[in-house]
DNA sequence: ACCCTCACCTGCACGC
DNA sequence: TGCGTGCAGGTGAGGG
């Protein structure tokens, strides 16, 4: 599921969901997704928590608590979060279940078991190593056109691949990355440090275009209720012009769009719109 | 400092 | 039906 955007859809929908609970008891039934914390000291640190305020850095989930604790917590490929009343059936691959004092549950799902969380004092979040190495948020101030050229100069890895670092470039992954590089204009293939100004600047466009599209696109379906009142947050279903479309007609020039696999991972892309 | 490969998991779609 | 293969929107450890 998750790339930036949909982080940003289930920040939101968990805002609206959590905000101002308290935490009654917290149970990690899968202790690696939090560890090195034990199941216990997990429980003992989150017991009692007032959810105070939500908030996003890149892909990673802040929820801080009064507690001056924060809860991080990252989705990797599968993570969700459902909130269902306490008589509700816990859903397939419920890991952690935090109870809340308005006779809710939040469970944290994971199919792949990749997602992590991560209690940390309010004080040493910034300190905090995934968090203070990543780049600056994209749709932020400190993102500029001249941060990004800069950081492209420097790199010998192609383009697609260096979006994907988030010490980079912060908050694309291999849809994103590929629908940026598909409006640009520029192959996936390309040197990171060769692309001209004129494609930079389109890069930087697209950017921040393909982010706020699928902000504002997926907000109207964000929730899926269930029967029994399980809030499936932060779900919504999305169109790309290139991503999983190998085969199809180019959107804009109509040739066959193409798959490969580079740097491990499919990349989607129109062979005559995106040359070198 | 950088960059590559692999490992972490389950489940699904596919071909034989 | 079953089995083997490849694939899935992410990262991080370990090595060159």
């Given at each position: 599921m998750p790339e930036l955007p949909e982080v940003e859809h289930v920040v939101r929908a968990l805002r609206r969901a959590v905000?101002?609970?308290?935490?009654v008891a917290a149970e990690l039934k899968l202790p690696r997704l939090a560890a090195p914390i034990s199941p216990l000291a997990f429980s003992r640190k989150l017991r009692g928590a007032l959810i105070q305020r939500i908030s996003r850095r890149g892909k990673y989930i802040l929820i801080e608590l009064d507690s001056a604790r924060v809860l991080a917590v990252h989705l990797r490929m599968t993570g969700k979060f459902v909130s269902l009343p306490l008589e509700a059936t816990l859903p397939k691959h419920a890991h952690i279940i935090f109870y809340l004092d308005d006779d809710r549950r939040l469970v944290f799902c994971d199919q792949r078991q990749f997602g992590r969380l991560w209690i940390v004092a309010s004080s040493d979040l910034k300190s905090m190593a995934q968090l203070n190495s990543l780049a600056p948020e994209?749709?932020?101030?400190?993102?500029t056109f001249e941060y990004l050229r800069q950081t492209l100069s420097r790199s010998r890895r192609s383009i697609k691949q260096l979006l994907l670092d988030q010490t980079k470039v912060?908050?694309?992954g291999n849809i994103y990355a590929g629908e940026a590089l598909f409006l640009a204009r520029?192959?996936?293939?390309?040197?990171?440090?060769?692309?001209s100004k004129k494609r930079t600047e389109r890069l930087y466009e697209s950017i921040r275009i393909v982010l706020k599209e699928a902000i504002a696109g997926g907000s109207t379906l964000r929730i899926d209720l269930d029967d029994d009142g399980s809030d499936y947050i932060g779900t919504s279903e999305r169109f790309w012009?290139?991503?999983?479309?190998?085969?199809e007609p180019c959107p804009r020039c109509g040739a066959r769009i193409r798959r490969v696999v580079h740097g491990g991972r499919s990349t989607y892309f129109c062979p005559r719109c995106q040359r070198r």
């Open positions: 905000t101002g609970r308290r935490i994209p749709l932020g101030k400190e993102f912060l908050g694309l520029i192959s996936p293939f390309t040197p990171a440090s060769q692309l012009r290139v991503y999983d479309r190998e085969g």
